[in-house]
């Protein structure tokens, strides 16, 4: 069972700064793509950043110069630090992640999201 966990939400102020972080665990073979998402009240969900296996990362432009993804390999872990935070920015963050099990195909993960509050 695989199963992706975020962490590092909460509630900051406006040109604040958080970093949130994504665990996956369970019976994994290799990860490929990584991606943080977010969806206000109300909105549609939107990609907010991406980072490849071999570190190549991508944008959003409305976070670009703002948000940096990286991840650890070694640790199965990726990581969104958010700089510069706007009221905007206020949303839940979701993890997701291209990732081949033990036992199966590619699929698609989604990790239960974290609340990101930015106050004005």
């Known amino acids: 069972q695989v199963q992706l966990v975020e962490s590092g939400g909460g509630l900051v102020q406006a040109g604040g700064s958080l970093r949130l972080s994504c665990a996956a665990s369970?019976?994994?073979?290799?990860?490929?793509?990584m991606r943080w998402y977010r969806e206000a009240p109300g909105e549609q969900r939107e990609l907010v950043a991406a980072i490849t296996t071999a570190g190549t990362t991508s944008y959003a432009d409305f976070v670009k110069g703002r948000f940096t993804i990286s991840r650890d390999n070694a640790k199965n872990m990726v990581y969104l630090q958010m700089n510069s935070l706007k009221a905007e920015d206020t949303a839940v963050y979701y993890c997701n992640a291209d990732i081949v099990p033990t036992a199966g195909p590619v699929r698609r993960y989604w990790g239960q999201g974290t609340q990101v509050t930015v106050s004005s």
């Open positions: 369970g019976n994994i073979f290799t990860i490929n793509a």
